[in-house]
């Protein structure tokens, strides 16, 4: 008769069991089944919601499993956090404008040297300088300053101004250079090339976002190109910009404060969590060794981790969308996946169910066995197993466990709408209708549709997802197609982001990476996985469990698969 086994996936985010006889090393399915994950991850509650879900299976299939299998568990805590603008520590230069400025004026660009206000009393610098206003003078005072300077023959090619004055004192002086205002100016040395730009409404040129342009007016090096490159793409959409050479260090995070450690080579660096956003983007997972981070309550006093990745919302914000204003993108997601595994599991779900449990391996190894029963599966390709907290690649040589997945899609959605992370799951994977009156909607394509029944009236002006129940409406701001476009570019910036980093881990790219898990469900996830990767180039497909099951069970399959073997 051979031995009932039940392989046993506990997922952040749903758990997955396979029922299967074993025997002689044959794998015979008798039933399969999921549910959503209880609690954290490795918890008690979880182990109960898994004992919960087989009991269910066992009934309908009317047998008992003779034991449990397990994969190693480590919890992702995902959440927001309020983490200011992500910059490079090894940026040559820096953003004087702080984040939420928003009140320019006047019109143009220019370079120069940085004079403060109360310096325009000593003899005229030759050549274009830029005017700093500190953050105590009374704009009618700088205004009168800087008409006076120029009276005197001082070429003033712009103002970066400390408050929120720059209309204001636009207004009052007589020449049209751009006023940038709301920017740190107290430690910005005299002397120091200072680039500013206001652009003018209605235009898309930026002059100083170019960053061979940027580079030259401030004279930096040119090995420095490829970091000033990145910096000028947070520049792409600003309607102000204020940038100088960074010449010191950026501070290291206070002893009491938010960090991030991670190891570079033999050392250990710890960075602030805006310092360590383009690091951890640009790195291979598992260098990071620890994360405080107040706003994450498992994070708040420290936690050891093995991977972090960071999802700065405003990054979403990136043009391709038809309005702006229309979604909260401000904070940034953040996922830690723990160093530590989750401590007798086994044992636990052993003692809930009354049945041997043993944990059998890692889940990247698990996920590999099981996906690699899918028909048709290149040799050499690498399983690429997406599940709510982790994005696991398994190649012939190597794996990577990288934080970041399903959940960071699901608490970015719910950010940037404003709605509960239950509604965020239903409406980030499929298309949505804008309800324009009781019988008519217009779908994210542009076509307009009529409804099959009378919509509700708390869902006509708003988008809606369609649920087994009707129409569930979830944003009154957004027109279907800019909903769309947001969604893709969350995905984009999250799960695909990820993928990608992780491949740098591989010497040589894979020929084709086969996605599995439940996020391997979502056709937009795999086309946004697919477009990033276009340029390597990978082959992306979908996992076929069994060519039965799809993506999903391919952890608990393994398990199955693993205990035949042995």
Known sequence: MGRLVAGIDIGNHTTEIVLARVQDGTVTTVAYDQAPT?????????????????????????????????????PVDTATAPIPPAFSPSSPVRSLRRPDASTPAGTGYGVGQHVRLVDLDRPVVAGPVVISVDGTTDFEVAAREITGAVERGWQVVGVVAAQDDAVLIRNRIPVDVPVVDEADV?????????????????RAYRAMADPIALSAALQLPADSLVEVAEFCRELADSAAIAVTQRTDPPDPPTEDGDYVQIRTGATTVRYSPAQAHTVLRRSAPGRVAAVRLRAVPTAADGLA??????????????????????????GTVVALLAAEEAEDAAAVLGRLTGRPAQTLTTEPEAAAWGARTTPGLPPDAVVCDIGGGTVDLI????????????????????????????????????????????????????????????????????????GSAGLVPFSNRLAAEEWRSLRLAIKQETVAANISRCLTAFEKAPAALVLAGGGALDDELMRTVGETLRSVPVVVGRANIDGVHGPRFAVARGLVAMYAQR
């Not at 109960?48 to 047998?63: K, S």
């Not at 910005?188 to 206001?198: I, N």
């Not at 217009?442 to 509700?456: I, Q």
Request: hydrophobic content about 45%; overall charge negative.
């Open 395 to 466: 190649g012939a040589d190597r794996t990577v466990v990288a934080a970041g997945a399903g959940e960071s899609i699901t608490v970015a959605v719910a950010r940037v709408l404003g709605v509960p992370r239950a509604l965020a799951e239903t409406v980030k994977r499929t298309p949505a209708v804008r309800v324009e009156g009781p019988h008519v909607a217009h779908e994210e394509d542009g076509r307009r549709v009529f409804l099959d029944s009378p919509a509700s009236s708390d869902a006509i002006g708003r988008l809606c997802a369609r």
């Open 38 to 74: 209880r609690g954290r991850k490795g918890s008690e509650e979880s182990l109960h919601g898994a004992a919960a879900l087989l009991h269910r299976i066992e009934v309908d299939a009317g047998t008992p499993a003779d034991e449990l299998l397990l994969s190693a568990l480590r």
């Open 186 to 202: 107290a430690d910005l040395a005299p002397g120091a090339l200072v680039a500013v730009e206001v652009v003018e409404e209605g």
């Open 305 to 330: 981790v093995h991977d972090a990745f960071f999802t700065d919302l405003a990054a979403i914000d990136n043009g391709a969308w038809l309005r702006r204003g229309v979604a909260d993108t401000q």
